[in-house]
């Protein structure tokens, strides 16, 4: 596996590319896959995360693959990553996820059902409006519970143990943009986990460290970023 991290050239205002690029979300995520464009290699085998450091874009991503790049608009660092796991470590991570569940929709006039997502935080909300009326929680606390939970439940299936009073859920943003030469409207939600947490299984979690937790990993969810705690 590789590691990178892709930050702006100091000079690179001066390039038309980088006006291409600043304008918008979806810019920056067509510009990360073409770093791992490859003819070879159809399915995304790659992962990747988008922070803004004091007003530009900084890309962190993990591959099975070193990114490419020849352009003068963009730094690429890349080293390889072979993390070294095992059980009971204790580790401090950072994540940005599409934390959702998966429903079936009710049976339509034919008798079809078909899966849904419900972004988790919107999904206690508008069940406890209908429910009292009204919602209890802040925003604040209703995104750390249930940002909190579907983390913790997806803990077995990726090799680690959380607990609640070491995992902060922040940062809660929803997202809306166009896609594609068809113009397709993106919408999803994201929330930042910032914590401690422990490995019960080396083999599940490095499998999660490359192949990500949750959904959207397309578009700049599921990396977890980890170190020493």
Not at 97 to 124: C, F, I, L, S, Y
Not at 169 to 174: D, F, K, L, T, V
Not at 185 to 200: A, E, H, R, Y
Request: proline share 5%; with cysteine; net charge positive.
């Amino acid at each position: 596996m590789f590691f990178s991290r892709i930050r702006i050239r100091p000079d690179a205002t001066y390039s038309p590319e980088f006006w291409k690029v600043a304008t918008g979300p979806y810019q920056i995520h067509s510009m990360v896959w073409d770093l791992f464009a490859d003819p070879e290699h159809q399915d995304r085998d790659f992962l990747y995360r988008v922070d803004i450091v004091n007003g530009r874009p900084v890309v962190y991503s993990v591959s099975q693959r070193r990114p490419v790049y020849m352009g003068n608009l963009w730094s690429v660092e890349t080293k390889e990553y072979h993390p070294v796991l095992f059980a009971g470590q204790r580790l401090s991570f950072a994540l940005r996820a599409n934390p959702v569940r998966t429903r079936w929709t009710a049976p339509d006039g034919e008798g079809r059902r078909t899966q849904k997502r419900h972004d988790v935080v919107m999904d206690v909300k508008r069940a406890m409006r209908l429910d009292n009326g009204a919602v209890g929680a802040s925003m604040a606390e209703l995104v750390q519970n249930e940002g909190f939970r579907w983390l913790q439940e997806r803990g077995a299936k990726n090799g680690y143990s959380v607990e609640s009073h070491q995992v902060l859920a922040g940062a809660y943003r929803q997202h809306s943009f166009h896609q594609g030469s068809k113009n397709r409207l993106v919408s999803l939600s994201t929330i930042d986990f910032n914590g401690l947490l422990n490995v019960t299984d080396p083999d599940r979690f490095r499998t999660a460290l490359m192949h990500g937790i949750g959904p959207a990993k397309g578009f700049g969810c599921g990396m977890m970023m980890v170190k020493p705690a």
